[in-house]
């Protein structure tokens, strides 16, 4: 049997021949690593198989649910592509995300991260399809809107709806959109919304996330004119800016309310 170091070793020769491709450190938004595990080959070999086979297989369809193992050393992965992503830039996110987890996450039975590009997970814990909406981060801009209240209607109404898109998709539950609302200048501008959740929730669990998510927004960014929300099974984000870069870009002819009910 392969030694615990040789394990790790095997890992990146394998992970460096499956996709020796690197990306900018700009992709990277948050990390969570659990609790550490004393030292054992086998649950280690089994992350380590996990994460080979998400890296490996994502790209293709967009998302992947992984695992290995048995009884307590039973691994659990998921990975998923970021709407807009390619799969090139998919499969790089995922390769760099696997060597962060092996690099500030070792020993971790539990591990997360998010980066612009994708979003990976394992766990020995069986997390599929489970709902986690506890708060990973908030970020929220510096600019705040000149009318809050009708900033706050136009943002309530907006992820509503970018909401209601996400967790009726049948494949992506992703839901993206622009509307006319005054600015943090005082004039009239558009501001951009999306929701996201994890392609493994049922919509139930989907709609939940997103109700909780909009809280956390209501409580850290009441007064901002931008806000991003990540918990563990979706995310809330709205600008006075295009941040997102789809492949199909918002049309300007298109009516706002029609544009802000699409969905991927």
């Not at 909009?214 to 800016?241: K, P």
Request: aromatic share 10%; glycine share 8%.
């Amino acid at each position: 049997m392969a030694s615990y170091s040789n394990h790790q070793q095997l890992f990146f020769l394998l992970l460096a021949l499956l996709l020796p491709i690197a990306i900018n450190g700009a992709d990277f938004i948050f990390q969570k690593c659990g609790e550490n595990f004393t030292a054992n080959a086998i649950l280690q070999g089994n992350i380590n198989s996990v994460l080979l086979h998400l890296v490996g297989n994502t790209s293709t369809h967009g998302f992947t649910t992984s695992s290995y193992g048995t009884g307590a050393d039973t691994v659990y992965g998921i990975s998923e592509c970021s709407e807009g992503a390619n799969a090139q830039a998919c499969s790089a996110c995922l390769s760099d995300s696997a060597l962060k987890a092996h690099t500030s996450c070792s020993n971790s039975a539990d591990m997360s991260i998010w980066q612009h590009s994708c979003y990976l997970r394992y766990s020995n814990k069986n997390f599929i399809g489970q709902l986690d909406s506890d708060k990973v981060a908030v970020w929220r801009s510096v600019d705040k809107p000149a009318d809050q209240q009708a900033y706050t209607r136009a943002v309530e109404e907006l992820l509503g709806m970018v909401g209601s898109a996400a967790s009726w998709g049948e494949n992506r539950k992703f839901g993206w959109g622009v509307m006319d609302s005054p600015n943090f200048k005082g004039s009239v501008g558009k501001l951009y919304g999306m929701a996201q959740c994890r392609w493994d929730l049922e919509q139930a669990a989907c709609i939940k996330c997103l109700a909780d998510a909009l809280q956390i927004r209501r409580q850290y960014c009441g007064d901002r004119a931008g806000c991003y929300v990540i918990t563990g099974s979706c995310s809330l984000r709205h600008e006075a800016y295009a941040f997102l870069f789809l492949n199909a870009p918002l049309d300007p002819a298109t009516p706002a309310r029609s544009i802000a009910a699409g969905s991927l």
